[in-house]
């Protein structure tokens, strides 16, 4: 199966900072089987990108997603206080569908 | 407006089986692309996908956990149904409900989900 591998582990930033998350497969995922989650503390997790750079319903276009084959990047332009969570990244290229380890995005 | 709620026991002693219920609304699991599957996430953890069942019966499973699991859909009552046998304390976790969309394997709508604990 296709390991999906984020880092950092924990980003500690502050408001108003650029955030950079990286996903690493250990295989080629096609680019429309990549998306990107975002948990805040008990809360369900809520699709923000899909199909490496597609931002859902409702997001902010201060979030985006970009990378192709094993390298793909979340990015998070300027941190607004509600953006501080846990981040996954997920594949479906592949059977069965994976998702990354998380990144924390910590206020610092 | 597409809405999932899990539904199950909080709590199943070890060797028993989960059954949980996913009830959802604002779509059909008649209709093409549509699925609906479920993850869990054990306290402080990621996510793990468990299984995904599509509009036109396709199942699939976690490869380490395809033995316990079945997935089945009802789909006049607009629910799925997931259990897991032989349940173990490492098995605590909440459990999600989620649509998929088979056209791009991802999960746009969630459910709330539900806290499952394995205690004897």
């Known amino acids: ?108 | 407006q597409v809405t999932l709620r899990e539904s199950g026991p909080a709590l199943v002693k070890p060797t028993q089986t989960l059954t949980l219920t996913c009830t959802f609304s604002g779509f059909s699991l008649t209709t093409t692309d549509m699925c609906v599957g479920w993850v869990r996430q054990p306290p402080g953890k990621a996510l793990e996908w468990l299984a995904r069942i599509d509009w036109n019966g396709d199942k699939y499973y976690s490869t380490s956990l395809k033995t316990r699991l079945t997935i089945s859909k009802d789909t006049s009552k607009n629910q799925v149904v997931l259990t897991m046998t032989n349940m173990d304390p490492v098995d605590t976790a909440t459990y999600y409900c989620a649509r998929i969309r088979h056209s791009g394997g991802f999960l746009d709508y969630w459910g709330q989900g539900s806290l499952v604990t394995v205690s004897s």
């Open chain 1, 1 to 108: 199966e296709v390991v999906l591998t984020q880092s950092p582990g924990t980003l500690s930033l502050s408001p108003g900072e650029r955030a950079t998350l990286s996903c690493r497969a250990s295989e080629t995922v096609r680019s429309p089987y990549l998306a990107w989650y975002q948990q805040r503390p008990g809360q369900a997790p809520r699709l923000l990108i899909y199909g490496t750079s597609s931002r859902a319903t409702g997001i902010p276009d201060r979030f985006s997603g970009s990378g192709s084959e094993t390298d793909f990047t979340l990015t998070i332009s300027r941190l607004e206080p509600e953006d501080f969570a846990v981040y996954y990244c997920q594949q479906y290229y592949s059977s069965p569908l994976t998702f990354g380890g998380g990144t924390k995005v910590e206020i610092k």
